[in-house]
């Protein structure tokens, strides 16, 4: 007898099963039982800014520049409040605390809506492959929300289920007239026929990663913009971001990269180097 296919667990029962927290307005429960009003802007319109943070044995990664960046996105979206910096610089380790301290590997997000609502929560790593295909998908950079990691990520999720519906792993999103710019939720790297190491510059309507600014400044990265046949001609490139870190890529649409390439382990050994030291292990 042929087995039925159960359905995917729900983010709610993943959560459960994890014991992820969520701190709502300073009031710490169980994710999958923190709940917001319907009428808040933050889920009717996306209205809101959000950040997520890496956390390495019970320890949050580069909080400060996070929350400097979510200032800004705030500031920028003109969210009718103050951002609340001093309060989420207490109930993030609180909340990593709560989750399990040393004992917790993972990320925590940052959630302000225009309904006025905070959200810090915990979640698992997302599931990633060692290495990535990357396939192109079309996109038109939203020039208003430059600067802002809103929570409008609508355009971004779709690009990533079209790129997985044409066999690939993550999408690659390129303007219309045909500028490489970023894969959805991080930076991208090729190295050009000269042999350096670049990245399409921010004035391209790209977001300003934390992680793209620590490989620009200590891997040698320089901008450089580049289009989809300039990039095809690359022998290699990587991808980064919080949560992937340094992660080769193995493809983009049918030319076949080394992965990982010469510069790809030393950009990851650069990044990983940054980020032991600041946790005080290097």
């Known amino acids: 007898m042929d087995e039925v296919p159960q359905p995917a667990p729900t983010l709610e029962a993943t959560a459960a099963a994890r014991g992820e927290l969520a701190c709502l307005d300073g009031e710490i429960a169980p994710s999958a039982e923190t709940m917001i009003p319907v009428t808040d802007e933050g889920l009717l319109r996306g209205d809101g800014v959000f950040e997520v943070i890496r956390v390495y044995d019970g320890r949050p990664f580069a909080l400060g520049e996070h929350l400097d960046r979510l200032e800004r996105s705030a500031a920028n979206l003109r969210l009718p409040y103050p951002m609340p910096r001093e309060t989420l610089e ?5 909340l990593v605390e709560r989750r399990g301290g040393a004992s917790f590997d993972g990320i925590v997000r940052i959630v302000l ?9 915990t979640e698992p790593l997302p599931p990633s492959p060692e290495h990535v295909r990357l396939g192109f998908v079309t996109y038109a950079p939203t020039r208003v929300l430059d600067g802002i990691k809103s929570l409008s990520y ?3 999720m779709l690009a990533s289920r079209i790129a997985r519906e044409q066999g690939f792993d993550e999408a690659l999103l390129v ?9 959805p939720t991080s930076s991208l790297f090729y190295v050009a026929e000269d042999g350096a190491l ?6 391209e309507h790209i977001l300003a990663s934390i992680t793209r600014d620590v490989v620009v400044r200590l891997a040698g990265a320089e901008e450089r913009s580049v289009d989809r046949d300039g990039l095809l001609a690359t022998r290699e490139a990587f991808i980064a971001s919080t949560t992937r870190d340094v992660q080769p890529v193995a493809a983009i649409e049918d030319r076949t990269l080394a992965a990982p ?8 050994a650069v990044v990983r180097g ?8 290097g």
């Open 261 to 268: 390439g010469e510069r790809t382990r030393a950009a990851a």
């Open 175 to 183: 303007t219309p007239h045909g500028r490489v710019l970023e894969a």
């Open 274 to 281: 940054h980020i032991e030291a600041a946790l005080g292990r």
């Open 154 to 156: 609508a355009g971004n």
């Open 198 to 203: 670049c990245t399409p510059p921010l004035d």
């Open 90 to 94: 207490r109930e993030v380790p609180m």
């Open 113 to 121: 809506t225009a309904g006025g609502r905070r959200i810090v929560m």
